[in-house]
């Protein structure tokens, strides 16, 4: 193929064969100047909006930040099973009413002998207390997963399990100081 040059494929031909007609430098300056001291309207309704814009825009803005700081909380503090769906509402009550009563028995039982068992198992119940917490933050962020939900109703049934373990405890304590009594003779 051959190197064709750009210069001698143009070289015979003329292409500035038109002229403007004459006064075309002038009405283009005209032109020029006309719109350069034209009042601009978009400018001024422009100008008018900016200040409302921003403001709106600030609004706006600081809405969503107090959202981002305020919605989580919000959140969680509607995020037990309850706000799942009825069906866990009635297992959440079912479970605090559970946990309610063997609370009531088990402080109905304290007494010097069984004290170091009862604070025992309450410490025991402010850690599922707090995982149980941690749960709920959980239940907010993975947006009601199956598993946090599971977890959930897990740490319930510990709470009930441990209570009811204590009381077992306690029904033995007494068990044992009757028996302790019954044998001594006076």
């Known amino acids: 193929m051959k190197n064709n040059n750009f210069d001698e494929l143009f070289e015979g031909l003329n292409f500035d064969i038109e002229e403007p007609h004459s006064g075309h ?3 283009f300056l005209k032109k020029l100047e006309k719109k350069s001291s034209a009042p601009q309207k978009k400018g001024k309704v422009l100008r008018l909006w900016a200040p409302v814009i ?3 825009a600030s609004f706006l803005l600081a809405f969503f930040l ?4 305020w919605g989580p909380q919000s959140m969680a503090k509607n995020s037990d099973l309850a706000s799942i769906s009825p069906e866990m509402k009635q297992t959440q009550e079912f479970y605090t009413s559970m946990i309610t009563k063997e609370l009531n028995a088990i402080n109905a039982e304290k007494t010097p002998e069984t004290e ?3 604070n025992d198992a309450m410490v025991q119940m402010e850690k599922l207390e707090k ?4 749960l709920r933050n959980d239940l907010v962020k993975s947006g009601r997963d199956n ?3 599971h977890a959930m109703i897990q740490n319930f049934q510990q709470r009930i399990d441990l209570l009811n373990n204590v009381l077992t405890q306690i029904e033995n304590i007494k068990t044992l100081k009757n028996q302790n009594h019954e044998n001594n003779i006076i």
């Open 131 to 134: 995982e149980y917490q941690d």
């Open 66 to 69: 107090l959202g981002e700081l």
């Open 116 to 118: 170091a068992i009862i």
């Open 54 to 56: 921003g403001i709106a």
């Open 147 to 149: 598993r946090v939900i």
């Open 25 to 27: 430098k002038e009405r």
